[in-house]
């Protein structure tokens, strides 16, 4: 896997956390790379992205509550999630940007975040 993602876990309704992703391959200040999420029995959805020269952009579904930013320095794409529901409950993946996330590969293990009380 050329992702690592780390910062999941159990998180109340209404809550916050953030995720982290590195890579050993992929130098994030070059290119463009997104965050997914992925619910049993749907696809993985693509969340936000952010470009190598840090514009960020994030989906209707989580815009206004999730910010994606990167430390190039630390070679590390966050994702700060803002205002959690159990619809944010899901396993979260970052990988290159992509429309169509089945056409990815390299995929990292994931982090799963839980909504819950």
């Known amino acids: 896997a050329w992702f690592a993602e780390s910062g999941g876990g159990l998180v109340q309704p209404g809550g916050s956390g953030r995720l982290s992703c590195t890579s050993s391959?992929?130098?994030?200040?070059?290119?463009?790379t997104g965050w997914y999420r992925q619910v049993p029995g749907k696809e993985r959805e693509l969340i936000a992205h952010?470009?190598?020269?840090?514009?960020?952009h994030s989906a209707d579904s989580v815009k206004g509550r999730f910010v994606i930013s990167k430390d190039n320095a630390k070679n590390t794409v966050y994702l700060q999630m803002n205002m959690l529901d159990s619809n944010d409950t899901a396993t979260y993946y970052c990988?290159?940007?992509?429309?169509?996330?089945?056409?990815?590969?390299?995929w990292g293990q994931g982090t799963l975040i839980t909504v819950s009380s």
């Open positions: 391959q992929v130098i994030f200040s070059r290119t463009t």
């Open positions: 990988n290159y940007f992509g429309d169509l996330p089945r056409y990815l590969h390299n």
């Open positions: 952010i470009t190598g020269d840090d514009r960020p």
